[in-house]
């Protein structure tokens, strides 16, 4: 059975480049009916904290990477003292200073890998491994080795930057007779301009990305594309799909490029495909938090305004930039928002706009659009004229939603205040 792990180290977050890894072992375990496995490998003791644990299981869990088994590294250090000790009998480690290192021998190391095929390495490059430190902890490929094997683990998917490693670990396996995995390792994740990832080019928390309101499966989607292809020009891949054509073979053999806008893209088609009701929900707790909204807020009319904003959003939090208007008093113009206000003195007409909206009995999208448009015919001008500085004086915006929605998501109390102050900057002019 193929069986497969992500071993994160809870040293840290989890960030674009484990997360990557570790939905193409999900992905492979999952294409080949086999067992996802999760190791915690939390041997530095110093550096190993519960939060970056927990933040690595939410992500996770988050992502939809459920897992068939876990384990943790530092519950296993008997297992590893033991294998340590075999070595010793049969004198091919020994100790010094109160560590147990294994002395490697002279030869050549073949790595028949999924991704960059055949790789050799000279082991006489290659220094006495320590395999137990004077402390007791296990060293990496040490542990990496003992529990591979023991995990039966028959793949070994990772990052490139674990190549150095690998021929280190086929000797240590070789050392205890044990049989080796698969080996497949995938090439970095580089920025726009081929340099490594930075906070600032990407090298961010998945829970950041969560928090900036990013949707799980666009994430899964755009990790998937980083290094791994459908073998299509197809750029909006879901899971299910993702499961039923990932193979080793299509794993990219050259370093992927992290770009942002088109992470922001993969993000705005998921969400406009989404259930309005379902982003509600998520916009609740950043509405919550910036009182934009009280606890007693009216769902329905939130739930309106999201249907109406995300075919326009890349994220959940641009909903706040697009929308604010609809929470906020008192609105900030942009500058084109001014420019458009006082280009031409209209406070007769916006006068008579207000005076009608104020008679509605109603003030649903259809009745303010007759009402409007019944003025304007009055008046013999066209739309435009009073729509564009409508638009800037409700929304301090230029563009926006259709103007009638806006003005009903808005409600008479404000648009009646709002186009008051309109009619008095253009009587200033």
Request: charged share 25%; proline share 3%.
């Amino acid at each position: 059975m193929v069986r497969i792990r992500f071993a994160p180290s809870p040293t840290g977050f989890l960030h674009i480049g484990g997360s990557r890894t570790a939905l193409f072992n999900w992905l492979f375990a999952k294409n080949q009916n086999g067992k996802f496995i999760l190791r915690i490998e939390d041997t530095d003791q110093k550096r190993s904290r519960q939060e970056y644990l927990q933040e690595i299981l939410d992500s996770l869990k988050w992502l939809g990477m459920d897992w068939d088994e876990v384990y943790y590294q530092s519950k296993r250090f008997p297992l590893y003292k033991e294998s340590a000790q075999k070595l010793l009998e049969q004198s091919q480690a020994y100790i010094d200073k109160g560590a147990i290192i294994y002395k490697v021998k002279p030869r050549q190391v073949e790595i028949n890998d999924f991704v960059h095929g055949k790789i050799q390495f000279d082991s006489s490059l290659i220094k006495d491994q320590v395999l137990i430190k004077s402390d007791g902890t296990p060293t990496y490929n040490f542990a990496c080795v003992v529990d591979d094997a023991d995990m039966e683990i028959s793949h070994v998917i990772r990052g490139d930057d674990h190549i150095s490693n690998t021929p280190k670990q086929i000797i240590l396996y070789e050392a205890l007779g044990l049989p080796l995995p698969a080996f497949a390792h995938i090439p970095l994740i580089l920025n726009k301009e081929g340099g490594r990832l930075s906070k600032r080019t990407g090298a961010t928390a998945v829970s950041d990305y969560r928090k900036q309101g990013f949707l799980p499966e666009a994430v899964v989607n755009y990790l998937l594309l980083l290094g791994w292809s459908p073998g299509t020009n197809q750029e909006i891949v879901s899971k299910e799909e993702a499961i039923k054509k990932f193979s080793l073979a299509n794993i990219n053999k050259t370093a992927a490029s992290f770009d942002i806008d088109k992470f922001k893209w993969i993000n705005s088609q998921y969400i406009r495909q989404a259930d309005s009701e379902r982003l509600a929900d998520l916009l609740i707790p950043i509405l919550l938090k910036k009182k934009y909204i009280q606890p007693d807020f009216d769902r329905a009319w939130l739930v309106h305004a999201v249907k109406l904003f995300q075919g326009r959003i890349n994220t959940l939090l641009d909903f706040m930039d697009w929308a604010d208007f609809l929470f906020v008093k008192k609105i900030v113009l942009s500058s084109e928002a001014k420019e458009i206000i006082l280009k031409k003195d209209l406070s007769k007409e916006f006068s008579l706009l207000e005076e009608r909206f104020n008679n509605l009995a109603s003030f649903d999208t259809k009745t303010v659009e007759e009402a409007f448009r019944g003025l304007v015919n009055e008046l013999d001008i066209k739309a435009g004229e009073l729509i564009h500085p409508l638009r800037a004086a409700l929304t301090g915006k230029t563009i926006g939603p259709g103007i009638f929605d806006v003005v009903t998501l808005l409600g008479k109390e404000k648009v009646l205040s709002r186009i008051g102050r309109l009619i008095k900057t253009m009587k200033k002019q």
